[in-house]
């Protein structure tokens, strides 16, 4: 790489953290979209990525239900089934700052964050910040790395900054993690910290497509690749003002308790439950359902839709017969809706 593109990048990532200032106004009061609004947005967004992955609609919604619901997403498979793909589809769709962090094993805390540079010619350090400073950012692979270097990502996931030699920078908004993780070469990556687990709002599979959808997908992507050709729908404002629009989403006391309810079997029927932060991720989900059938209020419909991909991961099992996933929907069959 020369020095005029590892300039051009740290120049990015600088405004990229310049525009993450906390004090903005532009943060805190954004005026919501009508619910209508917000759900046309979402199919706008979607109907772009079709143009590039092929047949898997339900993916597609689950990234952007996580981006609305203010979350980051886990994306679990075997390698060439379009993970990497899918994300990528999905920043280009938004017009906004995208970073890509391919994990390997001598990636550094430093490489993600940022880090500290000396200036010869004032004397000073300056910060450079890392490829986290973006509003999406996309971490390849991300189970290569070792527990320390994922762990970087831990104070950026739950609180939207970054702290550096003890100061702390906020980070772009909105600010999501797509993370890709390989599942069939346990014995060279590593596992994922359960804190850092929690932190994902939903984890999901691709796999694989049917004959006549890898066909398609050949017949487009020979030549030029369509994802390089993906031109933005939505603004980042958009994005804003639809997550002002679910956050607005009414949840009633009796399905703020389903939740609840549902979270408490799964700590009573598994080794380790899901955990409060589980239980929130599930509610903004919900408002997000709601959202895209054009209600301005949760009913648990939207909880049982979404629980499966939000809680499954938070859950683990003493018994290797049994997955966080079935304990889930033991918990979806048991506890009733009051």
């Known amino acids: 790489m020369t020095d005029a593109t590892d300039a051009a990048d740290a120049a990015d990532a600088a405004d990229a953290a310049d525009a993450a200032d906390p004090t903005d106004p532009d943060r805190s009061n954004v005026p919501p979209m009508d619910p209508e609004a917000a759900a046309d ?25 996580t981006l609305l619901a203010r979350g980051h997403l886990l994306v679990e498979d075997v390698p060439g089934v379009g993970k990497t793909t899918l994300a990528k589809a999905v920043s280009r769709s938004v017009d906004a700052s995208f970073k890509r962090v391919q994990f390997t ?11 500290n540079v000396f ?29 320390k270097t994922q762990s970087a990502l831990l104070e950026a996931m739950e609180e939207q900054q970054v702290t550096t030699d003890g100061v702390t920078r906020a980070l772009p908004d909105p600010f999501c993690v797509i993370a890709t993780q390989n599942d069939v070469e346990p014995g060279r990556t590593y596992e994922l910290p359960v804190a850092e687990i929690d932190r994902f709002t939903k984890k999901i599979r691709l796999g694989y497509p ?21 031109d933005p729908v939505a603004t980042v404002e958009d ?48 408002q997000v359902r709601a959202v895209l059938d054009g209600r301005d209020y949760v009913i648990p419909d939207d909880v049982q839709t979404e629980a499966p991909t939000v809680l499954a991961h938070r859950v683990r099992t003493e018994s290797g017969a049994e997955t966080g996933r079935d304990v889930v929907e033991a918990a979806l069959d048991r506890v009733p809706v009051e």
């Open 41 to 65: 947005l979402v199919d706008r967004i979607v109907a772009n990525v079709e143009e590039v992955i092929v047949g898997k609609r339900d993916a597609v919604e689950h990234v952007l239900v």
């Open 210 to 230: 049917s004959v006549d959808e890898e066909s398609t997908i050949l017949e487009r992507t020979v030549g030029d690749h369509p994802v390089e050709s993906v």
């Open 119 to 147: 200036n010869q010619r004032t004397n000073e350090f300056d910060f450079r910040p890392g490829p986290v400073f973006a509003n999406v950012v996309l971490g390849d692979e991300i189970n290569r790395a070792p527990p």
């Open 105 to 115: 094993p001598d990636l550094l805390p430093s490489d993600v964050t940022g880090v």
């Open 239 to 286: 994005v804003r003002r639809a997550r002002a629009a679910v956050s607005s989403v009414d949840v009633a006391e009796p399905v703020r308790e389903y939740v609840a309810r549902l979270s408490e079997h799964t700590r009573r029927e598994a080794a380790l439950g899901v955990s409060p932060r589980g239980s929130l991720a599930l509610v903004r989900t919900a």
